[in-house]
């Protein structure tokens, strides 16, 4: 498919009302509003087109950009392109999802999202903190560097009650993720869940709340999953 293609099939997936469902979650114009399930329905026809891919980000389309992470290759993908797509990431749904798919499956991942956690912009330093959360969960624990993810871990419990809003919900996902996907740093993880306790998230004017991060872990455990990986970041 062409990338003109695409946007003529996203134009007619598109609904007001997932529209403002979309907005009320922090999207603006452009785009359709198409449901995440009718954008992998397209996924599956394209596979991974990685040239597409960087077309629809840059139409500055919603729908277009989530669509290009989901077709992107990350072993294609260069720092540069990475670079351009946190900058362009202007709500959690990209910053948070898409560009910590690509960035977290290429070979920059860790070196990009140690350099945005520390960005003061607030969807990069959130791109930051989800891409090396979307590592853990797919990176065997002897590729990862254990101590570096303690610090981690202690600086959330410094820094998380006056980061920005969506880098709280990101620090607690990290949180999260160390728990469920780093057995040998579980206990750390819980700890430092009970310490920042439930992490209040301004989430607009929605119902959506933030997991608990202690009894998120909990569950994993009560389940049995705790260290199981995934094979791909995206979900």
């Not at 359709?32 to 040239?51: E, M, N, P, R, S």
């Not at 330093?125 to 871990?153: M, Q, R």
């Not at 933030?210 to 970041?233: C, F, L, N, S």
Request: aromatic share 8%; charged share 25%.
């Amino acid at each position: 498919m062409t990338a003109t293609e695409v946007m003529a099939q996203l134009k007619k997936l598109g609904s007001e009302q997932t529209k403002k469902t979309l907005m009320k979650h922090g999207a603006k114009e452009p785009f359709f509003g198409v449901k995440v399930g009718d954008l992998k329905v397209l996924q599956k026809k394209i596979k991974t087109d990685h040239a597409l891919a960087l077309e629809l980000y840059d139409t500055g389309n919603s729908d277009a950009m989530y669509l290009a992470g989901l077709i992107a290759d990350p072993a294609a993908v260069t720092k540069a392109q990475l670079q351009k797509w946190v900058k362009a990431a202007y709500w959690y749904m990209l910053s948070g999802f898409t560009v910590p798919w690509v960035a977290s499956e290429s070979p920059f991942g860790r070196e990009l999202a140690l350099d945005w956690i520390d960005s003061d912009d607030e969807q990069t330093a959130n791109a930051g903190w989800s891409t090396y959360g979307c590592l853990l969960s797919i990176k065997p624990d002897a590729e990862l560097d254990l101590p570096e993810i303690e610090k981690l871990l202690k600086r959330i419990t410094a820094e998380i009650g006056s980061a920005a809003n969506r880098v709280r919900s990101a620090m607690n996902a990290f949180v999260i993720a160390v728990g469920g996907y780093v057995a040998p740093l579980t206990a750390k993880a819980k700890a430092t869940a009970k310490t920042i306790g439930v992490v209040e998230v301004d989430m607009g004017d929605t119902s959506c709340k933030v997991p608990d991060a202690t009894a998120y872990i909990a569950k994993i455990e009560q389940m049995g999953r705790v260290g199981k990986k995934r094979k791909h970041a995206a979900c």
